[in-house]
């Protein structure tokens, strides 16, 4: 018996042993480096208080505005991983433009042979990339977006609808119709579904969307940073982007839909029927295309549950944070209207494609928007080879990973007077023009910024300029300013949703 114990005891010295000088080593990485940092606690690194206390942009913008005047790159510990923190707008250049062809790869977790979906644009590297994002790029040009107006329009007009039957009988939060407007709107110009969830049909591509962002779960945040810590032991234990529901439902309906229409000829104008094209041709008609080479159904099924996910997300959000800061800022959203009236007084009072362009204010008013609630947190970027960081001792190791935090920058007072307000004078082009490049970038930079950028501006604009030309939006007293972020969410959400009264005008 005494032996046994012993043995035991001597064991669990040895691990104990063990874990300590593994943490310890991983957690000398940026000392050893001279690179500055804070230091790590164990388990988490500097991930601590992440899911529940903090945002990760909160932990994100403590670190880059401690050591912003004193290193173009700092450290940061996600778990045990090392990941170099940018706090420089030339870095910012060099990694996302200059010297892209070294950083062209996140470094997100994909794993295609367990989760065949995980292989979209946002996730794939270096060729397999390259080859997608040629394929793909003739599907967000102007052109086809503006022959995907006319659905946008008229789904914008039962989203109005849907707000002035529920203003009618009290508040409530509008991401939930917001949500439903911009899933019925892709669920119709990707898929050709007329989904019409905005009434309550087809519920089940609500619950597809509510499964992939929420409820909040900190759980889940910590599965997310786990699989970008740990991506072989992610891979050996199966964890996945999707859950089961969520990918089963777009290899079933996605699926189903494709070969409904290989099977009867049924060719339509709209995403789903471009990625067909691609699938059976290896190009979209009318784009002249030297890559002859096809997409598998499970990479088109892969970039049918990106673009559904992502672009209902990131629009609805965009709708909503623009209407909750014009409630608090009532002059700004008076002004607003009047533009929006007087653009569409020739147009006989309709929201055009070509008027919508040319609202100016507007077009500063979601840019501010999207300079103070940027759905992508983080820019990510891995590095192919060691690169020695301009005018710096620094090197950034090869494999190893780069954030740079998106929102950081975004309320930098070196760029932003005033950062904490809600300006959209920022972006008039006087104003633009006094300030450095690359300190506001809301899609991403370079090569590798966001395909959707122009159709998900269109639907944000949009809705947006809907809600004002027929409502007079105030906050909810429920509804908090400064609005506070829940941070058990990866992306910008509401602690407490987005209160808000709409008032007919």
Known sequence: MFWTVYTIISILILLISFIYLFFKNKYSYFEDQGIPHIKPKFPLGNLQGIGSKFHLSDITRQVYEKFKHEAKIVGFYNFVQPI????????????????????????????????????????????????????????????????????????????????????????????????????????????????NTLNYEHQELIDVFSEFNGPPDSRKMFTFFFMMAFPKLAKALKLRQFSKKVSDFFTNVVGGNIKYREDNDDNRSDFLNMLIQLKNKGSIDGEISTESKKL?????????????????????????????????????????????????????????????????YLNQIINETLRMYTQGVMVLRKAKEDFQVPDSNIVIKKGSSVWIPTLAFHFDDRFWENPTKFDPERFTQEEIAKRPSFCYFPFGEGPRNCIGMRFGLVNAKFGVASIIKNFKVTPDARMKHPIVMNPKVPHLEPKDGFWLNFEKI
């Open 296 to 360: 598998t159904l499970n990479e088109v099924l892969a970039q049918a549950i990106l673009f559904f996910l992502a672009g209902s997300d990131t629009s609805s959000s965009a709708i909503c944070f623009t209407l909750t800061e014009l409630a608090f800022n009532q002059d700004v959203q008076d002004k607003l209207r009047l533009e929006i009236m007087e653009k569409i007084k020739n147009t006989n009072w309709e929201l055009t494609y070509e008027n919508l362009h040319e609202m100016n």
């Open 84 to 195: 170099y923190l940018v706090t420089d707008i030339e870095t910012v250049k060099v990694i996302t433009v200059k010297d892209f062809n070294n950083f062209v790869n996140r470094g997100f977790f994909v794993n295609e042979e367990n989760e065949p979906l995980s292989g979209h644009l946002f996730a794939l590297e270096d060729d397999r990339w390259r080859f997608l994002r040629n394929k793909l790029s003739p599907v967000f040009t102007s052109g086809k977006l503006k022959l995907m107006f006319h659905t946008i329009s008229k789904l914008g007009d039962k989203f109005i609808t849907k707000v002035e039957e529920k203003s009618k009988i009290s508040s409530f939060d509008l991401k939930d119709a917001a949500s439903r407007y911009t899933v019925d709107i892709i669920s119709t110009v990707a898929f050709g579904m007329e989904s």
